[in-house]
């Protein structure tokens, strides 16, 4: 039998992993929860709970979202793991940006650890802005980090049925979250610059000037 909080200390396991291999160990304990969220596959919340008899005692919160889990590996969700993680690092190791935004430094942070920011999720994205996604870089260090945890059985038990509406956004109140990958592509035409939007895998021709588009 699988007991159902044992998810959360399989969680526990692979931040302090984490925090050994790609942070050096300077980040605080935090706060890891598991709940849906429409728009987003986790969430990063600086201060997001108060102890209960310690009135100036606080604790950060990662959320990972268990119904995007479906179709997605364990090394898909450990990489939104520390994309969080890289929030928790700029909160308090860095110099934290407006609400909900992903600035260079972030951009910086997210790609010393192996995982290139990209609002796309895709080769190519934008490194910056407010919602943002990424992609392994992989032979980077969280890629081979993650291996090394995964070689030792660690495994993720527990996930929601896919919903039926994807999301495409992120961040809710002082949250900070990974964004799904979005569907479509854009498509300009650098010679006219009309473009157009379909599945990154599309091949588009430009009818104006009848060259490839993308």
Sequence with gaps: MFSPNSE????????????DDLFGCVLPGV?????QHPKARGYFRRRAFSHRTDVEASTDEICLCPDTHAGRTDHDILSTLSHEMCHLWQFHCGTPPRRCYHDKEFATKMEQIGLMPSDTGLPGGRKTGQRMSHYVIPGGAFDLSCQALLATGWQLQWEQPTRQTPASGVSTGAASGEAPKPTHKKFPCTTCLLSAYAKPTALLVCGQCLIEMG
């Design 31 to 35: 706060l890891i929860t598991i709940h």
């Design 8 to 19: 959360y200390s399989n969680l526990d396991r692979a931040f302090s992993h984490f925090n």
